[in-house]
Structures are given as structure tokens and as C-alpha cells.
Antibody
Framework: EVQLVESGGGLVQPGGSLRLSCAAS????????MGWARQAPGKGLEWVAT????????YYVDSVKGRFSISRDNSKSSLSLQMSSLRAEDTAVYYC???????????????WGQGSLVTVSS | DIQMTQSPSSLSASVGDRVTITCRAS??????LAWFHQKPGKAPKLLIY???TLHTGVPSKFSGSGSGTDFTLTISSLQPEDCGTYYC?????????FGGGTKVEI
């Protein structure tokens, strides 16, 4: 059974930093793209970032470029999201997602963790 | 960026009804389109990928169709456990983008 468990969320002041982690199990982590998505309170879903199996490619939504950094440790089946210069509009539930590619590098998000709430407020 | 527009934004139906949700992409997305179902307070779950392929364990009452810019999700016989919000999402190009959601109530 695929399991994705996020940790590291919490309350942070505007301009602060936070690191989210995701522990993956139930599949061969190094075989899959991985990523993060988020959902602001009462709002829809937003993709945040994706990283290739070997970490050689990363993609980000424009609103977090230069502030967020995605990384992975295949030896530990773990994924991280380092967030800095946080803004009120980054307040959201952050989901760790597995991204599957059946054709070239076109990836769809097939499994989601339960989410970790990040609140940016003074 | 490819913008995804869903309609309707909400609907109310009865148990056993056939329900259809549409999703339109601002640019051709080939068949790189997924559908998700989210219940309140829970993580989204993948229903369909590649526009029409059912994800593992998803019941056959769900079906998807379309290609290019116009896509549909159909629930053949609505049940109480199907309520929640449905999202479409394209993965033809980055940034990956979601539709605004369709809230389904019974």
C-alpha cells in the first residue's frame, strides 16, 4: 500500500522559513517523480513543485520560484520542501504527492498524503 | 499556462442520477487530463488519468472522455459516498493546472 506521510507544518511568521518532509513507503521511491501540491483554506488545489526520479529536474509554480526548493533522498525514501520568505498567501495544507509517468515525462499525481497545514501569520 | 475551466461549479442531484461534469482547457492538452475526487477534510483521490483510464480500485460507475480541449467526467449512478468536490487537472505542460472544482451535493 502506497503511504505518504507529511511532517513539519505549523505556524510561521511572514518572511520566515519552514521545511516540510514526506516519508514514503509501499513502493520503490527511486522509480517515481515526486512533488508537492497545496490547498489554501476553502480554496481549490494548486500544484507547487515536482522533482524527477534522480533529482536532475525540478519544476515550480511561478509564485514560489526562488523561495521554495524541492529535494529528495532516495536512500531514505524521503521528500522535502524547503520554504523561505513565506507570505500570508502561502498559508495552505501542503500535500506530498507521487507523480507517475507512463509516457515520456508527462506525470500525473496518483497518490496523495493526508497533508500538513502551514500557517503564515504574525 | 494552460487554464482549466470546469462547469458547473456546483450541482445538486439525487441518488441514482447520472451526473456529468465538463472541463475545458485553454490550449490543446491531448489526453493528458486527470480527474480527482475530494471529500471535506480529506486528501484528493485520483479517479481517472489519460482522460479515460480508470485508476486502480476506482469503480466503473466513473468514466471519462474527451481529448484536446474538451473533457467530461460522468458518474453513471450517483451514490451518497460520491458527494464532495471534483477537480480536473492537465499535465500536458508545466505549470500543472487544476480546474476550479465542481461541488456535488445530494
Amino acid at each position: 500500500e502506497v503511504q505518504l506521510v507529511e511532517s513539519g507544518g505549523g505556524l510561521v511568521q511572514p518572511g520566515g522559513s519552514l521545511r516540510l518532509s514526506c516519508a514514503a513507503s509501499g513502493f520503490t521511491f527511486s522509480h517515481y517523480w515526486m512533488g508537492w501540491a497545496r490547498q489554501a483554506p476553502g480554496k481549490g488545489l494548486e500544484w507547487v513543485a515536482t522533482i524527477k526520479q534522480d533529482g536532475s529536474e525540478e519544476y515550480y509554480v511561478d509564485s514560489v520560484k526562488g523561495r521554495f526548493s524541492i529535494s529528495r533522498d532516495n536512500s531514505k525514501s524521503s521528500l522535502s520542501l524547503q520554504m523561505s520568505s513565506l507570505r500570508a498567501e502561502d498559508t495552505a495544507v501542503y500535500y506530498c504527492v507521487r507523480a507517475r509517468s507512463d509516457y515520456a515525462d508527462y506525470v500525473f499525481l496518483d497518490y496523495w498524503g493526508q497533508g500538513s497545514l502551514v500557517t503564515v501569520s504574525s | 499556462d494552460i487554464q482549466m475551466t470546469q462547469s458547473p461549479s456546483s450541482l445538486s442531484a439525487s441518488v441514482g442520477d447520472r451526473v456529468t461534469i465538463t472541463c475545458r482547457a485553454s490550449q490543446a492538452s491531448r489526453n493528458f487530463l486527470a480527474w480527482f475526487h475530494q471529500k471535506p477534510g480529506k486528501a484528493p483521490k485520483l479517479l481517472i488519468y489519460d482522460a479515460s483510464t480508470l485508476h486502480t480500485g476506482v469503480p466503473s460507475k466513473f468514466s471519462g472522455s474527451g481529448s484536446g480541449t474538451d473533457f467530461t467526467l460522468t458518474i453513471s449512478s450517483l451514490q451518497p459516498e460520491d458527494c464532495g468536490t471534483y477537480y480536473c487537472q492537465q499535465y500536458k505542460s508545466y505549470p500543472l493546472t487544476f480546474g476550479g472544482g465542481t461541488k456535488v451535493e445530494i
